[in-house]
């Protein structure tokens, strides 16, 4: 076999076991014996080949994901100054890098894309919008906002592209303070959401009346937006925002014990916070609160709060309201 041969022969077995797994996903342990046996083969075709892109490119992929960043980092700059043949590779390729240097490798590959092709155009939109969400993580929400001000009316509304910049538009605006704006942005995306994707969208709605303390208005879009968010999730923000409005009514008290046990499933979850804390556990320390478990509320707000902080480049930007809500209300009775 040739190196470019090896990577064909990897990329069949892979399309192959996923296809015989009925392409489950596998977690990170489990995945990680197979992206080993990946690098290995990916360095037998740099062995034959130390020329070829693709292959650093390939294993610079494997080894980002397996958490060997700087070997990783090393693997993308080889893959990048020797060219790779396929524009895909650039996206992965641009994962250990932050700023200019990420832009130049994703605006590379976007210029080997005809986006006026309907095979390959989408992935010229999905390049561009990684250049567009590098600002975001470097803080500079202004620069994001006004990319995606001019992008979104150069998309078609029937693509999944259009919801996703109105989504990222109004996590800028949010990000800014802007919360009117973002409010906007997400009711377009929910406009052009199928019904059965629209929870985390409707989510997003209320949530933007929440950081501006609108807590009566967001019960009213809550019920607004119903058809669109399960059971489950209605009662767990009902609950969390009538604590909010007002923590020891009769109403937060019954909304509450009716949420408690959809908001302790939710919110003792692994989720992208930490081993056990995501969205939901904000949530589940409000209606703790509305049940006057205060000494519960206080551990976990302030878990959720440690651990969303920490996630500086992302969690620590989009839940700043919640994190000083949780820091607030986690010290008071």
Do not use: C
Request: hydrophobic share 40%; charged share 30%; net charge negative.
């Amino acid at each position: 076999m040739n190196a470019k041969e090896i990577l064909e022969a990897v990329r069949e077995e892979q399309y192959k076991r996923a296809e015989l797994s009925g392409y489950k996903r596998l977690s990170e342990a489990e995945e990680a014996p197979f992206r080993e046996r990946r690098v290995a083969r990916y360095s037998e075709a740099i062995a034959l080949d130390p020329s070829f892109g693709d292959a650093y490119a390939e294993r610079g992929s494997e080894l980002y994901f397996l958490g060997r960043r700087a070997e990783a980092t090393a693997d993308m700059r080889k893959a990048f100054a020797l060219g790779v043949s396929e524009p895909e590779l650039y996206a992965a390729m641009s994962m250990p890098f932050q700023g200019e240097e990420k832009r130049e490798i994703l605006r590379t590959g976007m210029g080997l894309i005809d986006r006026a092709s309907e095979e390959t155009g989408w992935f010229y939109d999905h390049l561009y919008s990684m250049v567009i969400r590098s600002y975001w993580y470097e803080g500079n929400f202004g620069e994001n906002a006004r990319l995606l001000e001019a992008w979104v009316p150069q998309l078609e509304r029937t693509e999944h592209m259009y919801r996703m910049a109105l989504q990222d538009l109004g996590m800028a605006y949010s990000a800014l303070g802007k919360h009117a704006e973002a409010e906007t942005a997400y009711r377009r995306a929910l406009a052009a959401t199928p019904a059965a994707e629209q929870q985390h969208v409707a989510d997003m709605v209320v949530r933007t009346l929440m950081h501006r303390d609108q807590y009566g208005e967001a019960l009213l879009v809550l019920e607004e937006l119903a058809d669109g968010l399960p059971a489950d999730t209605r009662a767990v923000f009902t609950a969390a925002l009538t604590v909010l409005q007002d923590p020891r009514s009769a109403l937060a008290r019954d909304a509450s014990t009716a949420a408690l046990t959809a908001a302790e499933d939710w919110g003792r979850r692994r989720g992208p916070l930490g081993d056990s804390t995501n969205y939901y556990s904000f949530l589940l320390g409000l209606v703790y609160r509305g049940l006057g478990k205060n000494r519960e509320a206080a551990e976990i707000l302030t878990r959720f709060a440690d651990d969303a902080a920490a996630n500086k480049r992302e969690w620590g930007i989009t839940m700043r309201w919640e994190i000083a809500k949780a820091r607030e209300l986690a010290t008071t009775s």
